[in-house]
């Protein structure tokens, strides 16, 4: 089947999970299998009351993957056909694909759960169908599947040397750069919503999500920086704290808002501890995941930073 083929039928993705003794880590960019779009949309679900219904909805020209970062829900597809598939997801590493144009109901979301989506477009009212009537009448109209726009992974994939030509940016980083954004909510009695989209009110592209869960209380993560990513860091579940370092002033944020992102330049180095029991931590970035970009010794990083400070 190909990525065109595959694009257009719902599936599970095994998103990558990368255990350790702090917890474990996933993350999905495209590139991974299943994940057919670039990520312009990322919006998250919480405080959903146990047995609240979440109203129905189709979406003309958006794919989403939609993933459990916490608890578990179900979601059923229809295709407006007479075709419907009910999916349990219980697993942060296992997310549901989810074409345009499949009527979608997400319910019976366990207490404390998180569903966090990614999507292929950002927010535009008119591409939503919210009456189900509706939606079987342009499923039925619309013989032709439409695409969803795949251009090639290798355009987003950072090129290392164009940034080693660069000047360093731990000379001019600061922690007075980096700093807390409320997101958009939209509290409803059925739950909460929180977007983060590529837009202009957005400090940066979004083109990478990584979450970090199971993290046993008392552990420590991070510690390093990165020379070009840039992150908005979310507790969605929980609560941690996040210290951020320029080589000349720390600075330490808890972070305990699933609405509240701390948006963290490059060349800052940083630390996350103080995790509470079941907490999860979201992170959206604007690079695709390399190790060239991380710098993982502090001695390192403190002579990186030694080049003259901007005031
Ligand atoms: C950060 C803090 C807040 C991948 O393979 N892909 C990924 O997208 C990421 C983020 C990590 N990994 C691998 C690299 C390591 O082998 O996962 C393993 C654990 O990563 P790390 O030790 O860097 O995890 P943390 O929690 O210390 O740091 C992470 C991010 O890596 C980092 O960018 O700013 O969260």
Redesign the pocket.
């Known amino acids: 089947m190909t990525i065109e083929d595959s694009a257009m039928t719902p599936h599970l993705i095994e998103i990558?999970r990368?255990p350790?003794a702090?917890g474990n880590?996933s993350?999905i960019q495209r590139g991974i299998p299943g994940v057919p779009f670039d990520i312009s949309r990322t919006y998250w679900i919480y405080d959903v009351p146990a047995d609240a219904d979440r109203h129905g909805r189709a979406l003309r020209n958006t794919a989403e993957i939609i993933v459990p970062l916490a608890g578990a829900f179900d979601v059923t597809l229809d295709d407006g056909h007479g075709g419907t598939r009910r999916y349990h997801l219980d697993r942060p590493y296992r997310g549901l694909y989810v074409p345009p144009m499949r009527w979608r109901v997400i319910d019976n979301f366990t207490t404390n759960s998180v569903a966090f989506v990614l999507a292929s477009t950002i927010y535009d009212e008119t591409d939503y169908i919210s009456d189900y009537n509706n939606f079987v009448h342009e499923a039925i109209c619309c013989q032709e599947a439409k695409k969803v726009s795949t251009p090639c992974i290798a355009e987003q994939v950072y090129n290392t040397e164009e940034f080693a030509r660069e000047t360093d940016i731990h000379h001019t980083s600061s922690v007075d750069n980096c700093r807390l954004i409320d997101l958009p909510r939209h509290a409803h009695a059925h739950g909460s919503l929180t977007v983060a989209q590529n837009d202009s009110d957005s400090p940066m592209e979004i083109r990478?999500a990584?979450f970090?869960y199971d993290v046993p209380a008392d552990t420590a993560?991070?510690?390093?920086s990165?020379h070009h990513?840039q992150?908005m860091?979310i507790a969605v579940g929980g609560s941690f704290d996040v210290t951020l370092d320029d080589g000349a002033q720390r600075r330490t944020y808890t972070l305990n808002r699933p609405y509240r992102a701390l948006f963290v330049t490059p060349g800052i180095w940083?630390t996350?501890d103080n995790f509470s029991s079941g907490s999860v931590?979201l992170?959206l970035?604007d690079t695709g995941?390399d190790?060239s970009d991380?710098v993982r010794d502090y001695n390192e990083f403190q002579c990186l930073t030694r080049g003259p400070k901007q005031s």
Request: proline fraction near 4%; charged fraction near 25%.
């Open positions: 990558p990368i350790d702090r880590l993350f990478r990584f970090i993560r991070g510690g390093h990165h990513s992150q860091i940083r996350m931590c992170v970035t995941y190790e991380y």
